[in-house]
């Protein structure tokens, strides 16, 4: 019963050097979510998927893209790392608000 | 500008005494509210949701209550045990528009033993 599964756990970048963070759902989810967690900030939506073939920006998309390869899986793409990207990113996936977001274990990203 | 608030960045309560946690939001057009809990190196998880028909809804020790008219949730957890000791987010969504969720700053809740 694996939910929401995020690779890689952590990483180190240095400025400037590009990476992908890939989630995968075994939910059957039509919804897919990027969210980075930042001190005293919550969470803010990076981008969003609400279906397979779709995505969408949310409230922080600047620096980021994104992919919905299919309905299993989102990855989201860093291509120019910069410092103020270091964060934690969790992947969430979701069939009904009534049941809310499944979220992943998360990735710590830190650029240096 | 920050939809949803949750002004108390800490909570500490004794084991067995009641916890509660609020939570106020702007967006008049938020009509689904949702608590998540967070422990450390961990995904946040689902703990309690409320639809704005309605202004409470209980799942055991957990009752979320809901004030329309006051913008403001409040999450009670009683009686508090020290595996509820985390970060709890509070979380709006409006089912208009893209039905994404808006998250608080969240509240670290302390059970002391």
């Known amino acids: 019963n694996a939910g929401v599964t995020q690779t890689p756990k952590f990483q180190v970048l240095k400025t400037g050097q590009s990476m992908t963070l890939q989630c995968a759902q075994d939910m059957n989810h039509n919804s897919m979510y990027w969210y980075r967690q930042d001190p005293g900030m919550g969470l803010r939506l990076i981008y969003y998927?609400?279906?397979?073939?779709?995505?969408d920006k949310g409230e922080v998309p600047n620096g980021y893209n994104v992919s919905r390869l299919n309905k299993r899986e989102f990855s989201l793409r860093l291509e120019s790392a910069a410092p103020s990207q270091t964060s934690v990113y969790f992947c969430?996936?979701?069939?009904?608000?009534?049941?809310?977001?499944?979220f992943g274990s998360g990735t710590r990203l830190t650029v240096v | 500008d920050q939809q949803v608030k949750q002004n108390s960045p800490s909570l500490s309560v004794q084991e067995g005494r009641i916890s509660i946690l609020n939570c106020d939001y702007t967006?008049?057009?938020?009509?689904?509210f949702l608590w998540y809990k967070k422990y450390p190196a961990e995904g946040p998880t689902f703990l309690i949701s409320i639809s704005s028909i309605k202004d409470k809804n209980e799942d055991g020790r957990f009752t979320v209550f809901l004030n329309k008219s006051a913008k403001h949730l409040s999450l009670h957890i009683v009686p508090s045990q020290p595996g509820d000791s985390a970060v709890y987010f509070c979380a709006a969504s409006a089912s208009t528009g893209a039905n994404n969720l808006f998250f608080g700053t969240g509240t670290r809740l302390t059970v002391i033993p």
């Open positions: 969430a996936s979701s069939s009904s608000m009534r049941y809310g977001y499944t």
């Open positions: 998927s609400a279906s397979e073939g779709t995505t």
């Open positions: 967006n008049s057009m938020f009509d689904y």
